[in-house]
C-alpha cells in the first residue's frame, strides 16, 4: 500500500471523522498509524468537519531508525520534487509520532531542505506555493507533494502557530483569528460586527484589532482594557433580550456557553440584524451530546435563515466545532 492519503484529527474525534468520510474498515484499506493520524488507500475523500489537515502520500519509505535513514528520506524527496519548476517555494513540513525514532522532525527538515537548492527550489516556510509533507509512525515515511490548499490547513498536522499564548483572552483570540484563516474571511476594516458571548473578549479584542465596530453582548464581564475601546459598544445582557436594528451587521459572531438548541434560537431570532448576505460564525458546544447528530440537527434549523459555507473543529476547538454560514433571508 503506497498511494494514499494521510488523514489528521483530533484523536478524541477519530470515530467521527470514519463515519463522516465513510472510511472502509477493511486494514489493507485504513492504518492507524499514531493518535488521531490515519493512512486510507483512497485519491480523494470528500470534505468533513473533523479532518483538520490531510496530504496525499506518493511514496512509503521502510526505515531503520538510525541516522542512515536522513540520507534516505533525501533520496526520496529528490525523486518527488525532481518535476517542480526552479523558482518554486517549498515548504518542508516533518512531523515524528514514533517514539524509537533516534532523529528529530528539525533533522530530517534539515536533511530535506538540503535537496531544494538542487532543483533550483526555494525553502518557505509561511507561504509556500508547494509543501514536501513527511510524516514518520510505525517505522515508515509517508512523503507527497501537494499545494497548501490541498492540505486543509497551513500546518502539517492541522497544528496553528499564532504566536505565545497566554490566558484565556488570547487562546480565545487564536481561535477566531484561526477561524478567520481558515474559512477565508475578509471584511472591510470598518465592518460592523455583533459579538454574542463575547466575555472575558478575546474574539472582541481580535476583532476591534482588524478595525471593525464590534457590538458586544455578554451577561458576564467584559476585561476592563477593552471597555474604553472608541469602536466598542458593550451590553451587559442575555443576548436574547437586545433588539439591534434590522440590517446592522456585516457579521455575527458566536461563542456562547451554552446548549447548543439554545444558541440556534438565538441566532434565528437575530438573523434579520445582518445585512443582505452578511455571516455568522460561531461555536456548536457538544456539551456531552453526541457531535454528529448534535452538528446535523443545528445546521437543519439554521438553514431557515441561514445557509452554510463550511464546518470544521479548529486545532483551538475543544469540544466544539467551529461552523461558517451566511444569511439567505
Ligand atoms: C466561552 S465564553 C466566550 C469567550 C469569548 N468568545 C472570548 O473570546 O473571550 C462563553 C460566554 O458566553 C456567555 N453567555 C452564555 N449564555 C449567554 C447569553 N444567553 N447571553 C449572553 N452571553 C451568554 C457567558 O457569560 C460566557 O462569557
Redesign the pocket.
Known amino acids: 500500500m503506497t498511494k494514499g492519503l494521510v488523514l489528521t484529527c483530533d484523536p478524541r474525534f477519530v470515530s467521527e471523522l470514519k463515519k463522516e468520510l465513510q472510511l472502509p474498515k477493511e486494514p489493507d484499506e485504513l492504518l492507524v498509524l499514531a493518535p488521531g493520524v490515519l493512512f486510507v488507500a483512497r485519491e480523494t475523500v470528500g470534505e468533513a468537519i473533523f479532518l483538520r489537515h490531510q496530504f496525499s502520500v506518493q511514496q512509503v519509505v521502510a526505515l531503520e531508525s538510525t541516522a542512515f535513514d536522513l540520507p534516505r528520506l533525501a533520496g526520496a524527496a529528490e525523486l518527488l520534487l525532481a518535476a517542480e519548476k526552479a523558482g518554486t517555494r517549498v515548504a518542508v513540513q516533518c512531523r515524528i509520532m514514533d517514539r524509537a525514532c533516534p532523529y528529530q522532525a528539525r533533522d530530517v527538515k534539515g536533511a530535506l531542505d538540503g535537496v531544494l537548492p538542487l532543483h533550483g527550489l526555494w525553502p518557505e516556510t509561511k507561504h509556500p506555493s508547494l509543501v514536501l509533507s513527511v510524516l514518520i509512525a510505525k517505522q515508515r515515511a509517508y512523503l507527497g507533494v501537494s499545494s497548501p490548499s490541498e492540505n486543509l490547513s497551513r500546518w502539517n498536522g492541522g497544528a496553528a502557530h499564532y504566536g505565545k499564548l497566554s490566558g484565556?483572552?488570547s487562546r480565545?483570540?487564536h481561535?477566531?483569528e484561526e477561524a478567520f484563516e481558515v474559512f477565508g474571511i475578509e471584511l472591510a476594516a470598518s465592518a460592523q460586527v455583533l459579538?454574542?458571548?463575547?466575555?472575558?473578549?478575546?474574539?472582541?479584542s481580535f476583532l476591534l484589532k482588524q478595525g471593525h465596530y464590534v457590538t458586544a453582548?455578554?451577561?458576564?464581564e467584559l476585561a476592563r482594557e477593552l471597555l474604553t475601546h472608541p469602536r466598542l459598544i458593550y451590553h451587559r445582557?442575555?443576548?436574547?433580550h437586545i433588539k439591534p436594528p434590522a440590517a446592522t451587521f456585516d457579521l455575527i459572531t458566536c461563542?456562547?456557553?451554552?446548549e447548543a438548541s439554545g444558541t440556534v434560537e438565538?441566532l434565528l431570532h437575530l438573523a434579520s440584524s445582518l445585512k443582505s448576505g452578511g455571516a455568522l460564525l460561531m461555536t456548536v458546544k457538544f456539551m456531552g451530546h453526541e457531535p454528529l447528530p448534535l452538528i446535523r440537527e443545528c445546521r437543519r434549523k439554521l438553514e431557515q435563515r441561514y445557509r452554510m459555507r463550511a464546518g470544521r473543529h479548529l486545532w483551538h476547538n475543544r469540544e466544539e466545532v467551529t461552523l461558517y454560514l451566511v444569511r439567505h433571508t
Open positions: 484565556a483572552l480565545a483570540e481561535k477566531l459579538d454574542l458571548g463575547a466575555a472575558p473578549g478575546g474574539w472582541t453582548v455578554d451577561t458576564g445582557q442575555n443576548a436574547w461563542d456562547m456557553g451554552r438565538v
